[in-house]
Structures are given as structure tokens and as C-alpha cells.
């Protein structure tokens, strides 16, 4: 009797051991994989943040409507403000950001460098309204994933100011396009 007894503490106590290296490695794996979502999250906002301080700029300098150029203003004086908040997370998390905005960015850029006068203007609002409804599905789409709790803050504090100026891009975008 006290062989089986001994038998069965020394079954449950292997069982337990397993059980215990099992949820580590569940563990291991699952901070991995938040590791890698918060360091494409970082990476992607950073990117989207250089290529609206950049089209901010230009909408600035290169509007021919004040109201052009006012909302390059505020979105440029925003994503300044974003930018190093975005660094900060980055080297907490060790994780390097990319100091260009990417290929597809770039080529947006080249396409409003292109434009003078009106044409700059309407391009500018096209272009915007598609950057933040894309900028906001991917903030909703990390909301949902990402849980890092310094992203989730970020998160929480940018949604709102992009849905706003996709709000004002909208309204800049039927101004420019109604009959004059």
C-alpha cells in the first residue's frame, strides 16, 4: 500500500512537472508572438507618421487654399508631437524604426511633389482621406491584437485624433471638389 502511494505522488508530481514545462513554453511562445505584433506595430506607425510629416509639410508650403494648408499644419504639428512618443516605445521595446517611410509612402510623396496649384490641393485631400482610413484600420486592427500595454496607451490616444483628421480630409476633399 505505501509502494502505490508512493507510485501515485511520484505519477502526479511528473505529471505536474510536465504540466508546468508545458505552460512555460505556451508562455515563451506567446511573447514571442507579441513581441514580433509590437515591433510590425511600431514599425508600420512610424512609417505612417514620417509620411504625414511629410505631406504636412508639403501641404503647408505647397497649398494654394488656406484651408489646404491649415490642415497640413495640424497634421504635421500632430505627428511631431507622435513621432517621438513612437521613438520612446521603441527603445523600450529594443526595437529599431525605420527612418524612411517605404516604398509605397515615397511614391505618394513623389505623386504630390508632382502637383501644382489646384491640382496639388485635390490630390492632397485624396491622398489623405486614403492615408487615414488606412491609418485607422490599422490602428483598430493592433487595438484588437496588440497587447502591450505602452502600444494599447498610444493607441488609445491616436485613434481619436486620426478619425478627426480624417473628418477634416473628407470635408477638405467635397470643399475642393464643389463647383466654385
Known amino acids: 500500500m505505501k509502494k502505490q502511494k508512493v507510485w501515485m505522488l511520484a505519477s502526479l508530481f511528473s505529471m505536474a512537472s510536465f504540466a508546468m514545462v508545458s505552460c512555460n513554453k505556451v508562455d515563451k511562445q506567446a511573447n514571442a508572438a507579441e513581441k514580433v505584433k509590437v515591433e510590425q506595430f511600431l514599425k508600420q506607425a512610424a512609417t505612417n507618421d514620417n509620411f ?12 494654394k487654399t488656406g484651408s489646404v494648408g491649415a490642415l497640413g499644419q495640424k497634421i504635421y504639428h500632430v505627428h511631431s508631437r507622435t513621432n517621438p512618443v513612437l521613438q520612446e516605445i521603441a527603445k523600450k521595446k529594443a526595437v529599431e524604426l525605420p527612418a524612411e517611410m517605404g516604398s509605397a509612402k515615397k511614391a505618394l510623396v513623389d505623386t504630390l511633389e508632382a502637383k501644382k496649384g489646384e491640382q496639388f490641393d485635390e490630390s492632397f485631400a485624396e491622398v489623405e482621406v486614403a492615408a487615414h482610413e488606412e491609418a485607422i484600420a490599422f490602428y483598430e486592427k493592433a487595438d484588437k491584437e496588440v497587447k ?6 498610444f493607441i488609445d490616444q491616436i485613434l481619436p485624433v486620426l478619425k478627426e483628421h480624417l473628418s477634416e480630409a473628407q470635408a477638405l476633399r467635397s470643399e475642393l471638389s464643389s463647383p466654385k
Not at 52 to 63: H, I, K, P, S, V
Not at 148 to 153: A, E
Open 148 to 153: 502591450d500595454p505602452d502600444v494599447q496607451s
Open 52 to 63: 504625414q510629416l511629410m505631406a504636412g509639410m508639403m501641404a503647408e508650403d505647397q497649398g
